[in-house]
Structure formats: structure tokens, C-alpha cells
């Protein structure tokens, strides 16, 4: 079958994929194929290679793994060790603060973010909140103020908070210097 991006991948490869991204996440065929709208024994056979299945039914498999459809075709497919240099870092900018990606797609089992912020730079909002993960922040230099829910915690380098993802939260930095912070996420569905 080709894969879309440039190479071949058998109905038998992309079945183990499969697999082994439910089984990484946990997740029963049950609850893959309840998403996709296949049933179980149909997603069964797509696992192990006995039948193919359509793009948008992969797309749908895909996103109950929490993948896209180009990350069950990749060639790095995620299953084992993976290297980001930091000059392939995907890179989020907004006024103030770059956000940079420090875990490769297709995500495993956390998310990780480094954040640079200048003086005065916000991340987030105060009505900011994201599904229900649970995050962590550390402080690797400088001073910031997260705001979580109705308080305010005011952090130091080398000081970290666990939240979910769930509670309205923003992180400022006050240091009158450069902060930079960490995040590390776990998605529940992970």
C-alpha cells in the first residue's frame, strides 16, 4: 500500500503499527473501534493484517490513538528511540515568548515544551485551560508568576507545580530578565 509519503508500507506493517500504538496507550480494541465506527473483529483483522481498511476509517483509527494519519504512515514510526536536534524543533512564537517542542510526533506518553520568555511576556490567559492532562512546570531560570485558577504561585529557578490541564492557568514572568520554563504534559489518554 503506499503510504502517501513517498514509500510502501504492507496492509501487514501498518496493522502491527496499529497495534502497538494501542497497546503503548493502553487502549482496548473496543475502545479504538467504538471511535473509528468499525467493529471490534473488523479492527482485529486490520491489526493483524488479514483485511485493509479505508483512508477515512485510518484517519478515524488515527485519531483515537491520538496520531494523525501521517504518523501511522511515517517512517519514523515512534516505537523506538528518537532523537530531536535542536535545529528540527517545531517552534510556536507569540509577542514576547518562543515555545519550542522538545518531544517528537507522534506523541507517546508525554508532551514536552520548553518555553523562553522575555520581561513582562505572558503564556496563556487567565481563562486559558486545555482538556484534562496532567502538567508539570519547572522553572529553569529566572522568576515567573503562574496563575492557577484563583491563585497565584510565584516560582523561582529550579521550582516546579503540578496542575491539570483542566484549571484556567497562565504563566508570567516578572524577572525583569529572559525566564525559561519546562513543561511536561501527560494526557490522560497516553
Known amino acids: 500500500?503506499?503510504?502517501?509519503?513517498?514509500?510502501?508500507?504492507?496492509?501487514e506493517d501498518l496493522g502491527l503499527r496499529i497495534r502497538a500504538y494501542r497497546r503503548m496507550r493502553k487502549m482496548t480494541l473496543r475502545q479504538v473501534a467504538e471511535h473509528a465506527e468499525v467493529s471490534v473483529s473488523f479492527l482485529s483483522q486490520v491489526e493483524r493484517g488479514a483485511s485493509g481498511t479505508s483512508i477515512p476509517t485510518l484517519r478515524l483509527i488515527a485519531e483515537a490513538l491520538g496520531l494523525t494519519l501521517a504518523d501511522l504512515f511515517s517512517a519514523e514510526h515512534g516505537l523506538a528511540h528518537r532523537v530531536l536536534r535542536a535545529a528540527e524543533r517545531?517552534?510556536?512564537?507569540?509577542?514576547?515568548?518562543e515555545k519550542f517542542m522538545?518531544?517528537?510526533?507522534?506523541?507517546?506518553?508525554l508532551e514536552v515544551f520548553e518555553g523562553v520568555m522575555r520581561d513582562n511576556a505572558m503564556i496563556g490567559s487567565l481563562t486559558h485551560a486545555h482538556g484534562d492532562s496532567q502538567e508539570?512546570?519547572?522553572?529553569?531560570?529566572?522568576s515567573v508568576r503562574l496563575y492557577l485558577d484563583d491563585e497565584e504561585h510565584v516560582l523561582?529557578?529550579?521550582?516546579s507545580i503540578e496542575y491539570r490541564s483542566s484549571s484556567t492557568h497562565c504563566v508570567v514572568n516578572y524577572?525583569?530578565?529572559?525566564?525559561?520554563?519546562?513543561?511536561?504534559?501527560c494526557p490522560p489518554s497516553l
Open 1 to 11: 500500500m503506499a503510504d502517501g509519503l513517498g514509500g510502501d508500507i504492507s496492509v
Open 90 to 97: 517545531p517552534a510556536i512564537q507569540a509577542p514576547g515568548v
Open 102 to 109: 522538545l518531544t517528537r510526533r507522534p506523541l507517546q506518553h
Open 136 to 142: 508539570l512546570l519547572l522553572v529553569l531560570e529566572g
Open 156 to 159: 523561582g529557578a529550579g521550582d
Open 175 to 185: 524577572s525583569g530578565a529572559r525566564a525559561r520554563v519546562l513543561w511536561i504534559i
